[in-house]
């Protein structure tokens, strides 16, 4: 925050809030100054020549003159490397302990000196300096490894590290978390520092509240994800490659990590898109299911102002024959802005409330910030104090509680890195539902300190417990989000057990899916915001989080009425369909847009409650296989160079390609199709893919295309579920899934997997292992 942002921030919030803003970046920077010691000289290193090795299970250990390297291939295909004998623990990614070795892999002697372990997806070789590659079965180079470099303060303390990596000439980047300008990481740095973008950000904007060392590197020679498990702040510094033209070399792609600290370890696996999530989730965990009404339409505000405004709104949808699901409150709700609390004023009966909107199908969702108000006899406040011998507040380097400024003023902040606080956090969700609430999203979990200039987050010496032991916010930062994520989780859980949790987080980091689900944050209103909401989606559904969403129509600004519809007909297909706004943005109701508005938006909201079956099916197989529900162009062609480099459209599972429209005024667009038949939806015309068509996109719709073949579960006009299948072509079968959700309850819902084709001019349906009929209503279309 520069000058002039201080200048808007003492206009917006008070030049008491302003002042105090100073006072807070001075005491974070005094107490770095003083704790944190400087690096002065540093002395580098590298590995090495080689020295020897001792082969183990499922790999072993190769040494250097001047490190070590651990190499293990895991039961499930997962490889692990380390440096300096870093072990896989402890992990804030990992769901458990590490997979099994694989006793078939074997440390072995290769050439020129070098190490190498066979596996049945990777083979990996170590050389004689260092360099560490990933290669395939059939011995094609994935991505090459250098030897790291560390720098070591001569007077002691942490070590700095860069590992610099080479890929293919045509490999594409994906990943690290939720990034703006992807879902293609162009060249550029890439910060590892979850970071509040301050009320607004674009594509331009980076970081952004949610990073991860994930990436997903798609080439010609196949796929495969690195996982760099370290948090401390880093950067990656990504250049793609370029093919020489004719007998010219290849310039291969290049990635740097460098981090100011902590392990160097990584994780790898590689195979189809399909098969590295899915191994992916097996090293950090399922996602969490979402219940039921999750996966409709919801409702959001900064500044609903009081009941009658929260009546006046659901009566809206209601009357109008909207369908509306969830409406969520945001902070105007608490007293005084402090977390677990209710402004009795405003809402006098909020379980009455809750009780009465749950009658008509509206679920109410609360907001759960982590800063809590320095305020003795706030019963919060005095609780978090009583926790453990130290009590539940991050500490400084002397000892001393933390103090930041976020909306309630002065404010401490509960260590989640500490069991004993993450059960004390938990239980107070109970006062979340007593008042009525079926979920919570979690914001400010960064953490956010407003400060009048630096990082608007905590000192990075503050103390932290890291499960015991020990360490500071430097290392602690970055998971300051998902450990939040676990308290309120299992919280609810325990709270009720008979229930699946609902939980989404600004903030988080690798694994995070394990607890829920995240949305963009304050995405910018406008063109380029609308564009950056689906490259995040995209973004961290290849990082392992399948649910996800943004702020329809942009959290700061008052979009245009066709603005405003685009990002509603994206938001459709999206997991997470949530309209949001800022307290002087203006509403976000349909309705507030114009007739012709409301009549599209209705639209969009029919053939999303039409499609809840298959987003309860995707939500299914996201949890038995981590696969996202909206997923790049490439997921089932990754070799198919023209779909890695599209990013303006995506699939929703195997069988719908959604392309919206994200430029105003287009009247057509243009739409890349993957190998097959794909039908027009709204016409029912057919179209020939590898290639591309040109289709219209008239106000009222957005182009969806379904695959050739393709079964979706969709709400029939009784309300049930009914099969839609979309003719296959002759000699090309076809297929599909359902998992119709048994409820909001913990049961699973068992998945049903049906074949398609055509024979004597008919579409044959049959269900697998049930002979005879598919025991549900078939309705053909495309013939």
Same mark, same amino acid.
């Given at each position: 925050?520069?000058?002039?942002?201080?200048?808007?921030?003492?206009?917006?919030?008070?030049?008491?809030?302003?002042?105090?803003?100073?006072?807070?970046?001075?005491?974070?920077?005094?107490?770095?100054?003083?704790?944190?010691?400087?690096?002065?000289?540093?002395?580098?290193?590298?590995?090495?020549?080689?020295?020897?090795?001792?082969?183990? %299970?499922?790999?072993?250990?190769?040494?250097?003159?001047?490190?070590?390297?651990?190499?293990?291939?895991?039961?499930?295909?997962?490889?692990?490397?380390?440096?300096?004998?870093?072990?896989?623990?402890?992990?804030?990614?990992?769901?458990?302990?590490?997979?099994?070795?694989?006793?078939?892999?074997?440390?072995?002697?290769?050439?020129?000196?070098?190490?190498?372990?066979?596996?049945?997806?990777?083979?990996?070789?170590?050389?004689?300096?260092?360099?560490?590659?990933?290669?395939?079965?059939?011995?094609?180079?994935?991505?090459?490894?250098?030897? =790291?470099?560390?720098?070591?303060?001569?007077?002691?303390?942490?070590?700095?590290?860069?590992?610099?990596?080479?890929?293919?000439?045509?490999?594409?980047?994906?990943?690290?978390?939720?990034?703006?300008?992807?879902?293609?990481?162009?060249?550029?740095?890439?910060?590892?520092?979850?970071?509040?973008?301050?009320?607004?950000?674009?594509?331009?904007?980076?970081?952004?509240?949610?990073?991860?060392?994930?990436?997903?590197?798609?080439?010609?020679?196949?796929?495969?994800?690195?996982?760099?498990?370290?948090?401390?702040?880093?950067?990656?510094?990504?250049?793609?490659?370029?093919?020489?033209?004719?007998?010219?070399?290849?310039?291969?792609?290049?990635?740097?990590?460098?981090?100011?600290?902590?392990?160097?370890?990584?994780?790898?696996?590689?195979?189809?898109?399909?098969?590295?999530?899915?191994?992916?989730?097996?090293?950090?965990?399922?996602?969490?299911?979402?219940?039921?009404?999750?996966?409709?339409?919801?409702?959001?505000?900064?500044?609903?102002?009081?009941?009658?405004?929260?009546?006046?709104?659901?009566?809206?949808?209601?009357?109008?024959?909207? =369908?509306?699901?969830?409406?969520?409150?945001?902070?105007?709700?608490?007293?005084?802005?402090?977390?677990?609390?209710?402004?009795?004023?405003?809402?006098?009966?909020?379980?009455?409330?809750?009780?009465?909107?749950?009658?008509?199908?509206?679920?109410?969702?609360?907001?759960?910030?982590?800063?809590?108000?320095?305020?003795?006899?706030?019963?919060?406040?005095?609780?978090?104090?009583?926790?453990?011998?130290?009590?539940?507040?991050?500490?400084?380097?002397?000892?001393?509680?933390?103090?930041?400024?976020?909306?309630?003023?002065?404010?401490?902040?509960?260590?989640?890195?500490?069991?004993?606080?993450?059960?004390?956090?938990?239980?107070?969700?109970?006062?979340?539902?007593?008042?009525?609430?079926?979920?919570?999203?979690?914001?400010?979990?960064?953490?956010?300190?407003?400060?009048?200039?630096?990082?608007?987050?905590?000192?990075?010496?503050?103390?932290?417990?890291?499960?015991?032991?020990?360490?500071?916010?430097?290392?602690?930062?970055?998971?300051?989000?998902?450990?939040?994520?676990?308290?309120?989780?299992?919280?609810?859980?325990?709270?009720?057990?008979?229930?699946?949790?609902?939980?989404?987080?600004?903030?988080?980091?690798?694994?995070?899916?394990?607890?829920?689900?995240?949305?963009?944050?304050?995405?910018?209103?406008?063109?380029?915001?609308?564009?950056?909401?689906?490259?995040?989606?995209?973004?961290?559904?290849?990082?392992?989080?399948?649910?996800?969403? %943004?702020?329809?129509?942009?959290?700061?600004?008052?979009?245009?009425?066709?603005?405003?519809?685009?990002?509603?007909?994206?938001?459709?297909?999206?997991?997470?369909?949530?309209?949001?706004?800022?307290?002087?943005?203006?509403?976000?109701?349909?309705?507030?847009?114009?007739?012709?508005?409301?009549?599209?938006?209705?639209?969009?909201?029919?053939?999303?409650?039409?499609l809840r079956p298959y987003f309860a099916t995707l939500a299914r197989l996201a949890e038995l296989t981590g696969a996202?529900?909206?997923?790049?162009?490439?997921?089932?062609?990754?070799?198919?160079?023209?779909?890695?480099?599209?990013?303006?459209?995506?699939?929703?599972?195997?069988?719908?390609?959604?392309?919206?429209?994200?430029?105003?005024?287009?009247?057509?667009?243009?739409?890349?199709?993957?190998?097959?038949?794909?039908?027009?939806?709204?016409?029912?015309?057919?179209?020939?893919?590898?290639?591309?068509?040109?289709?219209?996109? %008239?106000?009222?719709?957005?182009?969806?295309?379904?695959?050739?073949?393709?079964?979706?579960?969709?709400?029939?006009?009784?309300?049930?579920?009914?099969?839609?299948?979309?003719?296959?072509?002759?000699?090309?079968?076809?297929?599909?899934?359902?998992?119709?959700?048994?409820?909001?309850? =913990?049961?699973?819902?068992?998945?049903?997997?049906?074949?398609?084709?055509?024979?004597?001019?008919?579409?044959?349906?049959?269900?697998?292992?049930?002979?005879?009929?598919?025991?549900?209503?078939?309705?053909?279309?495309?013939?």
């Amino acid at each position: 925050m520069d000058g002039r942002d201080l200048v808007r921030s003492v206009k917006l919030i008070g030049s008491a809030r302003g002042l105090r803003m100073v006072r807070s970046a001075v005491r974070r920077r005094n107490a770095d100054a003083r704790a944190l010691p400087r690096r002065g000289a540093e002395r580098a290193r590298v590995p090495g020549p080689v020295t020897g090795a001792e082969p183990g %299970p499922g790999g072993g250990v190769v040494r250097f003159a001047r490190s070590e390297l651990r190499v293990r291939v895991a039961v499930g295909g997962a490889v692990f490397w380390s440096w300096d004998g870093a072990d896989p623990l402890p992990s804030y990614a990992l769901s458990g302990a590490p997979p099994e070795a694989d006793p078939r892999a074997r440390l072995e002697p290769d050439k020129e000196d070098g190490w190498q372990v066979v596996s049945e997806r990777l083979t990996l070789a170590v050389s004689r300096h260092g360099a560490v590659e990933l290669r395939t079965p059939g011995g094609v180079l994935l991505r090459r490894e250098l030897p =790291p470099r560390w720098w070591e303060p001569v007077s002691g303390g942490d070590r700095r590290w860069v590992q610099r990596s080479e890929v293919p000439a045509d490999a594409r980047f994906f990943g690290l978390g939720g990034r703006a300008s992807g879902p293609r990481l162009r060249d550029g740095v890439y910060r590892l520092w979850n970071t509040d973008p301050g009320g607004r950000f674009g594509p331009g904007d980076d970081p952004l509240s949610l990073t991860m060392p994930v990436q997903l590197v798609v080439s010609d020679a196949g796929t495969h994800l690195v996982f760099h498990d370290n948090t401390w702040s880093g950067r990656v510094t990504l250049h793609e490659g370029e093919e020489g033209a004719g007998s010219g070399h290849d310039r291969p792609g290049t990635c740097e990590v460098r981090m100011d600290g902590g392990p160097l370890r990584c994780w790898a696996m590689a195979g189809t898109p399909a098969r590295v999530l899915r191994t992916w989730t097996a090293l950090t965990g399922a996602p969490a299911l979402p219940p039921s009404w999750a996966l409709g339409p919801q409702h959001a505000r900064w500044g609903f102002g009081d009941e009658r405004e929260v009546r006046r709104v659901v009566a809206g949808y209601r009357e109008r024959g909207l =369908p509306l699901s969830a409406l969520h409150l945001d902070i105007d709700h608490f007293d005084g802005n402090r977390v677990f609390t209710v402004d009795r004023e405003r809402f006098p009966d909020l379980p009455g409330l809750a009780k009465e909107l749950r009658e008509e199908g509206v679920r109410l969702v609360s907001i759960v910030d982590p800063a809590v108000k320095a305020e003795p006899g706030y019963p919060v406040f005095d609780a978090g104090a009583a926790v453990g011998d130290r009590g539940a507040f991050v500490r400084d380097a002397r000892g001393r509680v933390v103090r930041g400024e976020v909306w309630p003023g002065e404010c401490v902040y509960p260590d989640f890195t500490d069991p004993e606080v993450r059960e004390w956090w938990g239980g107070l969700y109970g006062e979340r539902l007593a008042q009525g609430f079926s979920g919570v999203w979690h914001d400010m979990n960064e953490p956010v300190s407003f400060a009048a200039f630096g990082d608007p987050t905590l000192p990075r010496s503050a103390r932290h417990c890291l499960e015991g032991r020990g360490g500071d916010h430097r290392e602690a930062h970055n998971v300051y989000g998902l450990a939040m994520a676990r308290a309120g989780h299992e919280g609810l859980r325990r709270l009720r057990p008979r229930e699946r949790p609902f939980l989404f987080s600004r903030s988080g980091w690798a694994g995070m899916q394990r607890y829920g689900g995240t949305w963009s944050g304050d995405v910018a209103t406008g063109w380029p915001g609308l564009r950056a909401s689906l490259a995040l989606v995209l973004g961290l559904g290849l990082c392992g989080v399948p649910y996800s969403g %943004p702020d329809v129509g942009g959290f700061d600004g008052s979009p245009s009425p066709e603005l405003f519809l685009r990002w509603f007909q994206l938001g459709a297909y999206l997991p997470l369909f949530r309209t949001h706004s800022a307290i002087d943005a203006g509403r976000r109701e349909p309705w507030e847009f114009g007739p012709r508005v409301l009549e599209y938006a209705r639209a969009a909201l029919a053939e999303r409650e039409r499609l809840r079956p298959y987003f309860a099916t995707l939500a299914r197989l996201a949890e038995l296989t981590g696969a996202p529900y909206a997923r790049p162009l490439w997921w089932r062609a990754p070799g198919e160079r023209a779909l890695r480099d599209c990013e303006d459209a995506f699939l929703l599972g195997d069988a719908l390609l959604v392309a919206p429209v994200l430029e105003e005024g287009a009247g057509r667009r243009a739409v890349r199709l993957p190998r097959g038949r794909w039908y027009d939806t709204a016409t029912g015309e057919a179209h020939e893919g590898p290639g591309q068509v040109v289709l219209d996109t %008239p106000l009222s719709r957005i182009p969806v295309l379904a695959r050739a073949g393709s079964v979706l579960p969709v709400r029939g006009a009784d309300g049930g579920v009914e099969l839609e299948v979309w003719a296959p072509a002759a000699g090309r079968p076809g297929g599909g899934s359902a998992a119709p959700d048994p409820g909001d309850g =913990p049961d699973r819902a068992e998945v049903e997997r049906y074949t398609t084709r055509l024979e004597g001019g008919k579409v044959v349906v049959e269900r697998e292992g049930v002979a005879g009929p598919v025991g549900r209503p078939v309705r053909v279309r495309g013939l």
